[in-house]
């Protein structure tokens, strides 16, 4: 696909629901007593391919444009699928499902697409072990056998909220109480929403404790746009000239909003209003005009902050003047592609001055670049942020896919080049 050049980006925008919320509304929701009701969720293909699962496991999940209706079973009423569990391309259904399905009463299989058969599942096989899963492999497909489990007590080794997530959902099955502790803050919401489902769960800093839990009450689930898709119209807005850009009904939970801070501290006008709560999670508008942005250093425990927007924030580090260095940002090389290798080797082919480092990678930007024929490597987000890219490149470019961005975003493009209109 050649990607349209806009000449003004000017408007507003209201991003598709917030990925991470979607998976976890339905997940919860189908474990749930009562019907939740979702609204503004993401139909994209990771969320969908949650749906899938749990329709597999007997839960009744009605889908209707943005508003989907779960019937729930309850904790103890999945039922065992027919066939292997297909997640896709979703590193979350896949994860989060291993914790629930370890706890179950009935045998089950998951597998996923290529990109999911390379990713690490042994972060979370190995301390559902711990508590007695019994999960053979640690790539995609893995067999689990369902049976008891007992609580942990268990120090993260990695700054994920997937692993925290998977051990969460085995504890609330697990006997006794099990006790995650964080090495930095992920995201949250997960305990947010199990919380005001009614689950016996406890935050304290960077430690969850979660006991035993009998029933989940179901709640509607009100799902704010994703803030990891409102970035990439935030770096256009912060780098296009005369750009003015507001992106309505964003999530902007804390442990999300790394983007922000980032893009402050590099000069970027941004501003947020009519901030809310919706369902325990912030929400606000948020607007950008274009500025000068200057290199900064981002690294430490933002880094679970904004970790699925470092390669649109690689963009914004390419517009600005001086050196940006991202750094303890290795767990990108395990998302849906090695996203510091992708990052590195697609922004080369602009001419644009970048170093891969084995945790990140420096930029130095604030010099002219031209288009190139782009590899996305299947990733969504390796697509749309080159879209970004190619808009102040010299000359044509070209994207090999641009369908992976269904997997978070499927109206992006439409979107994208409305704001040009
Ligand atoms: O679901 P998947 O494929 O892992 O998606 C990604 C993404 O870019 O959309 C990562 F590739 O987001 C993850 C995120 O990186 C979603 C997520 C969640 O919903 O819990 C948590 C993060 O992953 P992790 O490994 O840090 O827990």
Do not use: W
């Not at 690490?120 to 056998?145: D, F, H, Q, W």
């Not at 049976?147 to 006794?176: C, F, N």
């Amino acid at each position: 696909m050649v990607i349209k050049k806009i000449s003004k980006s000017n408007g507003s925008v209201k991003v598709p629901g917030d990925k991470s919320i979607s998976h976890r509304a339905v997940m919860l929701g189908s474990l749930a007593d009562g019907i939740t009701e979702i609204t503004g969720f993401l139909k994209g293909a990771d969320c969908l391919s949650t749906i899938d699962c749990f329709r597999k496991m007997g839960v009744d999940i009605n889908v209707n444009g943005e508003n989907v209706t779960v019937k729930g079973n309850g904790l103890k009423g999945l039922k065992k699928p027919q066939d292997m569990l297909y997640t896709g391309n979703s590193g979350t259904t896949t994860r989060l499902l291993c914790g629930i399905l370890s706890a179950q009463d009935f045998d089950t299989s998951i597998t996923g697409d290529a990109s999911i058969q390379k990713r690490p599942m042994g972060r979370v096989t190995k301390p559902l072990s711990l508590m007695g899963a019994k999960i053979e492999n640690e790539y995609c497909p893995l067999y689990i056998t369902g049976t008891k489990l007992h609580g942990i007590d268990y120090k993260m080794p990695v700054a994920s909220a997937q692993v925290k997530t998977a051990i969460i959902l085995a504890g609330l099955y697990a006997e006794g109480e099990t006790i995650v502790r964080e090495i930095e803050k992920s995201r949250d919401h997960t305990e947010l929403m199990l919380g005001a489902m009614g689950a016996d769960i406890d935050v304290n800093g960077l430690d969850i404790t979660v006991k035993t839990t009998k029933n989940l009450s179901a709640v509607n689930v009100d799902v704010p746009g994703d803030i990891s898709s409102a970035a990439f119209f935030m770096v256009l807005g912060a780098v296009m000239p005369n750009s003015e850009i507001t992106i309505t009904n964003v999530g902007v939970n804390p442990t999300r909003t790394g983007i922000i801070d980032v893009l402050k501290d590099m000069g970027a006008d941004i501003t947020l209003e009519n901030m809310r709560t919706s369902a325990g999670e912030s929400v606000a508008d948020i607007t950008v005009r274009s500025s000068s942005l200057k290199g900064t250093t981002i690294g430490g425990d933002i880094i679970p902050r904004l970790i699925d927007e470092l390669p649109v924030i690689a963009v914004a580090a390419v517009f600005a003047d001086g050196e940006t260095v991202i750094k303890d940002a290795q767990e990108l090389k395990v998302k849906e592609t090695n996203r510091i290798r992708a990052v590195v080797d697609e922004f080369t082919k602009c001419g644009i001055d970048i170093t891969e480092t084995d945790d990140g990678m420096i930029i130095n930007g604030g010099k002219a670049i031209h288009g190139a024929d782009f590899k996305t490597y299947g990733d969504h987000r390796m697509a749309m942020s080159l879209t970004v890219l190619a808009q102040l490149a010299d000359g044509e470019s070209t994207l090999d896919d641009s369908d992976c961005a269904c997997v978070s975003y499927p109206t992006f493009f439409d979107d994208f080049y409305k704001l040009g209109e």
